[in-house]
């Protein structure tokens, strides 16, 4: 399969455009336009990961975090970081970045760490992005009516909530008349048609619209596709970075201390305890990576503990003032990512009868170490 087949149904799941902005989301590495068989997901490019990629023949590396976050001034491989890209580019290894799109999209990152501390009724902690939706009709032959909306539910459309290939379908006459240069799929030149046709309506968020128009243009059988395209006032979708929830049964706060190390398979991590003392953990607030600057979101909303990683001194001081236990796992634990986006990778394999093989890298890229 083409790498660019593959990343337009990871865009799909894991839009760019929710990414926050100024994020270096997409491709960093190599080209999209050529064959691949092996694919790995890997939480950072570093050089280990590097060269795992190289032993496994790896053709697309999927990371969560961007490998050139910061412009570089020179390419001399004398420098390791540089010398890593050089080797990627040797070697015929494109790279793909997804990073706070990630954090934000349903059934993301954030929302894994929530199912594995069995945080439930969850909703977002910072709003990010509002996105509108948007309604297509088009009117397609009775008999290809099947057909469409396959496609169209294969390209995203039809998500609402919880639902999937949603559509609404309604039967009547089309009617036409082919002239001049036309070359009709029904009828012939300069006589009216009359065609029983299905008009088949699905909404989809304005961030698809292309491989959404693109999939029923494909897919429709006429020279001159008949659609309506209209964007909807009165349905929205919003998303937000974070997430907060709440636990079935309150917990001691050593005791959820200690379900968060296990949970991560943690030998330590740090804790910032309130000055007044902490209470029981009910309502918890979670964003992975680097979330201090949401500390405040956290309180506003009343959580009884925030998890967020990188935790800086200053910071931590802020925190202690409030009500709220924080609790600082580290930022690796986004290696989550890893085991669960290869998941879900391999149900798009089953699907779409990929010929494609999926790796999770087995390099750690956790710099720290607790003893």
């Not at 490019?45 to 590097?50: E, K, L, N, S």
């Not at 998303?239 to 943690?266: C, D, N, S, T, W």
């Not at 000055?275 to 506003?300: E, M, P, T, W, Y």
């Not at 503990?305 to 796992?329: A, C, F, K, N, S």
Request: aromatic share 10%.
């Amino acid at each position: 399969m083409k790498a660019i087949d593959f990343i337009e149904r990871f865009n799909q799941y894991c839009p760019k455009s929710l990414a926050e902005e100024g994020d270096p989301v997409g491709l960093h590495i190599g080209t999209l336009n050529k064959e691949v068989q092996k694919i790995m997901m890997s939480l950072d490019v570093r050089p280990a990961v590097v060269a795992e990629a190289i032993k496994k023949n790896i053709d697309l590396l999927v990371v969560k975090h961007p490998p050139i976050f910061r412009p570089i001034n020179r390419l001399i491989t004398d420098d390791v970081q540089v010398n890593m890209y050089a080797e990627l580019i040797k070697h015929d290894i494109a790279v793909y970045a997804a990073h706070t799109n990630m954090d934000i999209i349903p059934n993301g990152l954030n929302d894994w760490f929530c199912e594995l501390l069995e945080v439930k009724n969850t909703t977002y902690l910072v709003h990010t992005h509002t996105i509108r939706m948007k309604k297509l009709a088009v009117f397609v032959p009775i008999e290809e009516a099947p057909k469409m909306r396959e496609a169209l539910a294969k390209a995203g459309a039809g998500k609402i909530g919880d639902y999937e290939a949603a559509s609404y379908t309604m039967n009547g006459e089309g009617r036409f008349t082919p002239v001049g240069e036309a070359n009709p799929t029904i009828g012939k030149i300069d006589q009216a048609e009359l065609v029983q046709e299905s008009k088949i309506e699905v909404i989809f968020p304005e961030t698809i619209e292309k491989q959404v128009i693109a999939a029923m243009l494909t897919t429709h059988s006429y020279e001159e596709p008949a659609y309506d395209l209209y964007t909807l006032d009165n349905f929205t979708e919003k998303y937000g970075i974070g997430r907060i929830g709440e636990l079935e049964k309150a917990m001691e706060p050593e005791e959820f201390i200690q379900k968060v190390k296990e949970v991560f398979h943690l030998t330590g991590l740090r804790v910032i305890y309130p000055r007044k003392g902490c209470k029981a953990i009910k309502k918890v607030a979670i964003c992975g990576g680097s979330g201090q600057n949401f500390f405040l979101d956290a309180v506003k909303h009343a959580a009884d503990v925030y998890i967020t990683g990188d935790v800086t001194y200053h910071i931590g001081h802020d925190m202690q003032e409030t009500e709220m236990l924080v609790i600082d796992p580290g930022h690796y634990i986004e290696e989550l990512c890893k085991v669960k986006m290869v998941e879900q990778f391999n149900q798009w394999k089953n699907e779409e009868a990929w010929q494609v093989d999926f790796y999770v890298s087995e390099t750690s890229t956790n710099p720290f170490s607790f003893k």
